[in-house]
């Protein structure tokens, strides 16, 4: 028989009641323990900064009573809701990248209630503004940097073996536990795995009466094994299709105080945001999520607005200056109009500057080259400095486009790429842009090899799983300012 009564896969095992005791109430510790120090901080700072503001522009040091209780009150807001959050557990302190956007949120939050409660307890003219910029500012540092140093402390001490997010049992054959080893290196994540079953292999031809005999003593030896850990929960890493032998197992390590759970299918190892969701009585597993909710379209939409509002009025000079250029240049209309897929693969009119002397807009269209002789003088300096982008700010007011997004090509050329690239259409799940995060990566212009529209489309999709304001600020001030923006814009 292929079984390992004895077998660990944890670098430090720890295993009895008294060390299953010792990790629980360390983790208990541990998020009590900064829960506590993000009250203590704020806290802090309100009374530091209150004082050293009052110091130097008055000479005194102020009335400390009610800086502590704007520290109080910022600190219970701010505390309680990430406790609410579940954000004070130990595998959220993996790592540092996820809470740089949750505490930034959460810390501006907490500034609107503060500026809330003052108005509305007409206690607002009481504190100095500049104060209360000096408190938020120099807080919002405090705390990324507390946040920092406790995922450093927690990194080092798991390595040391002295805490762990959950301890884990796996159940499966060999090959199953090392593909779910090698794909998610639980360690990485605090999770230490205290011990493993390999599940006995039984020849195909053997009747089912024998396999079910074979399945019983390991389980059997497993609920030892698992009674001698006392891990949190148990894997089961077994095909979900097999659901005589998922049945079998769960019926057994029901009798035992622990978490029971399935282990991954290799074809979620596709999608980064698996969740089991619950409408009513229904239950499923969601692959994916809407490439953006309806708070973030909502916020994405209001930003397009102010910003193409803004910049049409500020350019507005730009315009008529190009518009009768182009009229003194070359014979033709000033705008180039050509249809394209927007959103949901939902065709519309895109509007650019003529820069060349055809309008093509049918079945069939020729990608602009480099040094193309289609385009006219002015053409090739409007296409230089992308200024004949700037009349898609009017396509951004109608809804049509974003200001930033994977930029839409022509009907044909799209039809095209979708039979030859993998998840091409997946563009067409966001509004296209203006610019992109492809275009300031210099991926723009003549596509003459699929390779090229590869590299666009990864970056694109890059963009839609990733999106966020800071982003689509950053590409901005990039097309702009960056030598990249330019790259290839002929």
């Given at each position: ?423 091409y259409a997946r563009r067409h799940n966001v509004k296209p842009g203006i610019t992109g995060w492809a275009q300031i990566h210099g991926f723009r212009g003549e596509i003459d090899s699929d390779e090229k529209m590869r590299k666009r489309v990864e970056h694109d999709l890059f963009y839609i799983d990733n999106w966020s304001l800071w982003l689509d600020l950053k590409i901005l001030f990039r097309t702009v300012f960056s030598a990249a923006g330019y790259r290839?814009?002929?």
């Amino acid at each position: 028989m292929n079984t390992h009564p004895n077998y660990t896969l944890a670098s430090q095992p720890q295993t009895g009641r008294f060390l299953r005791a010792r990790v629980v109430m360390l983790r208990g510790t541990f998020a009590a323990s900064i829960f506590l120090t993000d009250i203590a901080f704020i806290i802090a700072m309100s009374c530091l900064t209150g004082i050293a503001y009052h110091l130097i522009a008055y000479g005194e040091p102020g009335n400390i009573a009610l800086f502590l209780q704007v520290g109080v009150v910022a600190a219970s807001i701010f505390a309680v809701s990430n406790l609410f959050r579940s954000e004070y557990r130990l595998p959220n302190f993996c790592t540092f990248k996820p809470h740089a956007w949750r505490t930034t949120q959460l810390w501006n939050v907490t500034l609107i209630c503060l500026l809330m409660a003052g108005f509305l307890a007409q206690t607002s003219v009481v504190y100095s503004r500049a104060w209360v910029v000096l408190f938020y500012v120099t807080t919002l540092f405090g705390l990324l940097v507390l946040r920092y140093s406790v995922v450093r402390i927690t990194t080092l001490a798991r390595s040391a073996g002295l805490i762990s997010a959950q301890r884990i049992f796996l159940i499966g054959t060999g090959a199953q536990v090392n593909a779910f080893i090698n794909r998610y290196t639980p360690w990485a994540h605090g999770i230490d795995i205290v011990g493993c079953r390999f599940i006995t292999p039984v020849a195909a031809t053997v009747s089912a009466q024998e396999r079910m005999a074979a399945l019983d003593q390991d389980f059997a030896e497993a609920v030892a094994s698992v009674r001698s850990l006392s891990p949190d929960a148990v894997f089961l890493l077994m095909p979900w299709s097999a659901t005589e032998t998922i049945q079998r197992c769960a019926d057994t390590f029901l009798t035992l105080p622990v978490e029971i759970h399935i282990g991954p299918e290799p074809i979620l190892y596709r999608f980064e945001d698996v969740n089991l969701s619950k409408l009513g009585p229904m239950t499923s597993l969601q692959l994916t999520r809407r490439p953006l909710t309806r708070l973030e379209i909502a916020r994405k939409h209001v930003f397009d607005l102010i910003l193409a509002a803004v910049a049409l009025i500020a350019l507005t000079p730009l315009l008529i200056a190009v518009a009768v250029l182009i009229r003194l240049d070359s014979p033709g209309p000033i705008f180039f109009v050509q249809r394209r897929y927007g959103f949901n693969q939902e065709p519309f009119r895109i509007i650019k500057f003529r820069t060349m002397s055809s309008l093509d807009d049918g079945p069939v269209i020729a990608q602009a080259k480099r040094d193309d002789p289609r385009l006219t003088r002015l053409g090739r300096l409007l296409r230089r400095w992308n200024i004949d982008e700037i009349p898609q700010l009017f396509n951004v007011l109608t809804g049509d486009m974003s200001l930033v997004g994977p930029r839409p090509h022509a009907l044909s050329h799209d039809h095209e790429y979708e039979q030859r690239i993998s998840l091409y259409a997946r563009r067409h799940n966001v509004k296209p842009g203006i610019t992109g995060w492809a275009q300031i990566h210099g991926f723009r212009g003549e596509i003459d090899s699929d390779e090229k529209m590869r590299k666009r489309v990864e970056h694109d999709l890059f963009y839609i799983d990733n999106w966020s304001l800071w982003l689509d600020l950053k590409i901005l001030f990039r097309t702009v300012f960056s030598a990249a923006g330019y790259r290839n814009a002929r």
